[in-house]
Nanobody, 127 residues
Framework: QVQVGESGGGLVQAGGSLRLSCTAS????????VGWFRQVPGDEREFVAR???????DYTDSVKGRFTISRENPKSTVYLQMNSLKPADTAVYFC?????????????????????WGQGTQVTVSS
């Protein structure tokens, strides 16, 4: 069982920045696929970004150039740096983990691929 937790959410004005952190348990964190998803009440959960064991990344189009995902394996932590935030970025952000490094690039952007999830952290961007 892998424990996943997020932190760093909050209230920020449009154009501002936030950095979310995701920590996960386990001795093989360096091999984990880690993804960020977000959800607005009444909508489906949406893929935001992911980082694989080899540091390759993918982003949804709406955040490219504004968000950066990175990992710091000695701290078992993945970060999501969010710049130039917009009101449309307001959502609950979830971190998810897949310990098994067997997946395709397409699968890595699907929530069905991830096995362990955090509780979520609220990000609110005011206009």
């Amino acid at each position: 069982q892998v424990q996943v937790g997020e932190s760093g959410g909050g209230l920020v004005q449009a154009g501002g920045s936030l950095r979310l952190s995701c920590t996960a348990s386990g001795r093989t964190f360096g091999r984990y696929l880690v993804g960020w998803f977000r959800q607005v009440p009444g909508d489906e959960r949406e893929f935001v970004a992911r980082i694989a064991w080899d540091y390759t990344t993918d982003y949804t189009d709406s955040v490219k150039g504004r968000f950066t995902i990175s990992r710091e394996n000695p701290k078992s932590t993945v970060y999501l740096q969010m710049n130039s935030l917009k009101p449309a970025d307001t959502a609950v952000y979830f971190c998810a983990v897949r310990p098994n490094p067997s997946y395709t690039r397409t699968e890595s952007m699907s929530e069905a691929t991830y096995e362990y999830w955090g509780q979520g952290t609220q990000v609110t961007v005011s206009s």
